[in-house]
């Protein structure tokens, strides 16, 4: 069989485009030509001197130069590190981030302090130039393919190098359930620096069909105007879209004004849906498929055409296999795994996740039914799935948040989605608020913008055995304390810090 | 009426168009008070009322169709930088 990678190599069939629509214009490309002008930006990358297995950031907005270099380091064997946007603005973590991922060279579109970077525009001049293209190199299925970053306990992005074998096998098999082909076009807004967000290129250039590439920013107003078949996103987005076309009266004109008049499917995965969001797009006559999945194991399940159960987030893809452990955490085997750790992680923290050779251990609680779908039931240790799919590990904040002699107990919750809400006990009914504020700050200011406590309820009493918010062993109740607090997490009262 | 005093209108009209809309996109921001005029027009819309980009997005897409602003003549960039319900009102009205 044809591999995804050697189906790209031997060139688009002509008649499939991309397109690039931001707000203030949108560019398309045959498809034919979007290749030929890779090989050309490939052929810079081998002038300065960048090689197979060579590392390459890119720290862009999506853009076509992002695809570009993209592909051109594909072609040449070279291995891209996505460096989100924002992500890495730290001072701190951008200080020595090249060295410590060995990067080669780094593209930016912004000025950042990586030691020496070059220009997103350069990735413009070697397209327009007329090089010659350098033979595609092959890589075989271990061999590394791209570089992803995952949130950090520590604020600092782990990282970990996929696999070519994992990108290769969730492409082809997101292809045999989905079908895509000629007369698809699949919209793409999340950033391109995530590895999943280029499959869909790869994806058109291998199975010949359309790929519009937009912005986070964009999405909204450039859906209607290049009518998809497929919109790749995240529940947090889908709910925004739901709230506007309610805006537009619900009716089937308001759906097709958002989303345009070609819609097949919605795609949505990185976080839980909430069920009334996917019954209110089957209402509105559109589908959309539920998937699950982690940095570490890529798209591991995926509701699918014919293949799909409300509740479930779908059956294992092909060559992936959901084992439920004696205490209910889902782990997920793949033939060809992601990695078998991450490339610099704390000490113990990649033993904890890949377990065995090619097994996962998600931390999610789950079961599956009879048929092989998978249906989740919350988090077995302690993480916060932010809106945008970050995920922050809570336990080192809240352990921080209590070094304060002021408090007794801090519990993180994140009611709105993309927002983190302390709920603190204090040390005692007579713990001055000002300080545990002034520790909220402190703690703050050493955390990664996601980690950062936005409000903080002060319980109105001490969290104890004896009022239910603490186990025997004198851990905090995280569901009691929710309901408890359930009023002031919702409704934004407490302090903002 | 003087240029001076449709100009002074102008801007309370889009003022008060941005507050409603505010109001109406994150309802939790100014609870009782659809017109939204307990806003605070200088204060962060993230920070302070908790709009996710999402959201902000939304806000935005809304606020240009109601002031006949297109969209498409602000750029990513503009969209990020404007923080507060203020930085929208400039930005409409440099542009209505």
Sequence with gaps: MTSVLERMHSGPAPGNRITVARLDGTTTLDLVELWSAAGRVAAGLVDMGVGRGDRVGIMAANGLEWVLLDLAAVRIGAVVAGLEPGKFDDPQIAAGLRARHRLALVFADRPVDL????PMALVMELAGGDATAPPAVARGPREPFAVKFTSGSTGVPKSMTASTGSVEASIAGVQELF????????????????????????????????????????????????RPTVVMGVPAFFEAAR????????????????????????????????PDMIEFFTAAGVEIFEGYGLNETCIATKNAPGASRPGSVGRALPGRRIVIGDDSVVQVHSDQPVATGYDDAPAGESERIFVADGMVRTGDLGHLDEDGYLYLQGRADDVIVLGNGRKVVVRPIEESLRSSPAIGHAVLFCPTDSRIVAVVSPADPGSDPAAIHEHVARCNATSAPDEQITRVVVAAEPFTVENDLLTSQHKPRRRQISATYHHELTTREGSHV | MSNEQIQERHQVDTASRVREEFARTVPEAAPGDPAGASLD????????????????????????????????????????????????????????
């Excluded at chain 1, 030691?115 to 070059?118: E, L, P, W």
């Excluded at chain 2, 962060?44 to 959201?55: E, P, T």
């Design chain 1, 115 to 118: 030691s020496g970077h070059h």
């Design chain 1, 179 to 226: 079908g895509h082909g000629p007369g698809d076009d699949l919209f793409v807004f999340l950033p391109l620096s995530l590895l999943q967000q280029r499959y869909w290129v790869y994806s058109a250039l291998a199975f010949g069909h359309d790929v519009t590439i937009s912005t986070y920013e964009a999405a909204f107003v450039t859906m209607g105007r290049t």
């Design chain 1, 243 to 274: 709230r506007q076309i309610e805006r537009r009266g619900s009716t089937t004109d308001a759906v097709r004004g958002l989303l345009g008049d070609r819609i097949r499917y919605l795609w949505t995965g990185s976080a839980p849906a909430a």
């Design chain 2, 41 to 96: 027009m200088d204060a962060d819309m993230a920070d302070s009322y908790g709009l996710s980009s999402l959201d902000k997005v939304l806000f935005l897409t809304a606020i240009c169709d109601t002031c006949h602003v297109s969209l498409a003549t602000f750029t990513e960039l503009d969209l990020a930088e404007m923080r507060s319900l203020g930085d929208v009102v400039a930005a409409l009205q440099v542009r209505s």
